[in-house]
């Protein structure tokens, strides 16, 4: 089927906002949002552990990095009982 006329006439563009040639209109400014947010007490605390733990594990891995770093593990008494300790968890006394 075939309709007959010119196919790249557009419709008018009248009253669409924004629209090349509608008159623009613009809304006024609306006030800051109420909204607030409230964190618990108890998540709060919670929040407060984890960076206690982060802490000290932070602490902890800078004492190994440093104990690594002087040769601490690599003496002979600390391989003994690293050793001892690994027979013992593995049930090989």
Partial sequence: MR???DL???PPLEGKPGAEGAPKTSKPASPP???R???S???QRLKADADQAANEAD???AKVQERIASGFYNREEV???IAKRILD???LK
């Fill in 37 to 39: 947010v409230e964190i």
């Fill in 89 to 91: 968890l593995l049930g």
């Fill in 41 to 43: 007490q108890d998540s």
């Fill in 8 to 10: 790249s006439v557009k």
């Fill in 33 to 35: 949002p109420n909204d």
């Fill in 79 to 81: 391989i003994n009982h």
């Fill in 59 to 61: 602490n902890k891995l």
């Fill in 3 to 5: 309709i007959p006329g």
